[in-house]
């Protein structure tokens, strides 16, 4: 079936480098993608989202990326923090077609070295 | 403004046994879904409800799970006699319902361990 996936489990970076957590989609129908961040013992917690008309996205410190041609997703976070350690999740949620379910990536723990 | 609030937070129980994982929505927020996630995993959906109303659970497995979402009173995720395959954490979502985006906001789990 579709699924939407994560290429690295685990990344490590130094406080104050910048982070780049990637992801893969299968499903090209695709049109609504989030990033989430789940710290130890929480829920997800909402990042940023993208729909498929765009390429680029930002927030605050954080950059959403999508890249339809090769269904590739990124979250890019700038100068990276001890607090963003944590494991994130980009998900899909088919807005068309109805329905309203998440299909959510395995994950990448990141790791914020002092 | 609480956020969506699950309880027990924590949860044990012998094979066999009944568990039942109530869900407190955001103010105002109608819709209710429910995750599954086991160790190292993503969550996994299982079931979208609206009051009163199951809307879509393909994510269900077919024997000893169901949920509700009743008028009044928080949505229960019910596991007739559980298995040690249940132990996961079950997360419950909320959200309006409204707009083309329709963000949902999680709750903190309830984590299930069958002994």
């Known amino acids: 079936g579709e699924s939407v996936g994560l290429h690295l489990p685990t990344l490590s970076v130094q406080e104050g480098d910048n982070s780049i957590i990637n992801c893969a989609y299968s499903?090209?129908?695709?049109?609504?993608f989030i990033w989430y961040k789940q710290e130890s013992g929480k829920g997800p917690q909402f990042i940023i989202d993208?729909?498929?008309?765009?390429d680029k996205r930002q927030g605050q410190r954080v950059t959403v990326l999508l890249n339809k041609t090769v269904k590739h997703l990124s979250l890019q976070i700038a100068a990276t923090q001890p607090g963003d350690s944590a494991v994130y999740f980009c998900?899909?949620?088919?807005?068309?077609?109805?329905?309203?379910?998440?299909?959510f990536g395995t994950g990448t723990q990141l790791k914020v070295e002092l | 403004n609480a956020g969506v609030m699950q309880n027990p937070r924590h949860l044990v129980r012998r094979r066999g046994q009944e568990a039942r994982l109530r869900c407190s929505p955001m103010?105002?927020?109608?819709?209710v879904y429910w995750y599954r996630q086991l160790p190292e995993e993503g969550l996994k959906f299982m079931v979208y409800?609206?009051?009163?109303?199951?809307?879509?659970e393909s994510g269900m497995p077919k024997e000893r799970f169901s949920a509700e979402f009743p008028k009044e009173g928080p949505s229960i995720l019910r596991i007739q006699q559980v298995v040690r395959g249940d132990s996961a954490a079950y997360f419950c979502?909320?959200?309006?319902?409204?707009?083309?985006?329709?963000?949902?906001?999680f709750g903190p789990g309830t984590r299930l361990t069958v002994t």
């Open positions: 103010k105002g927020h109608s819709h």
């Open positions: 499903n090209s129908a695709s049109d609504y």
């Open positions: 409800l609206q009051k009163e109303n199951i809307i879509d």
């Open positions: 998900a899909e949620n088919p807005l068309t077609g109805g329905g309203n379910k998440l299909t």
């Open positions: 979502a909320s959200s309006s319902g409204q707009g083309a985006l329709n963000e949902q906001y």
């Open positions: 993208i729909r498929s008309n765009m």
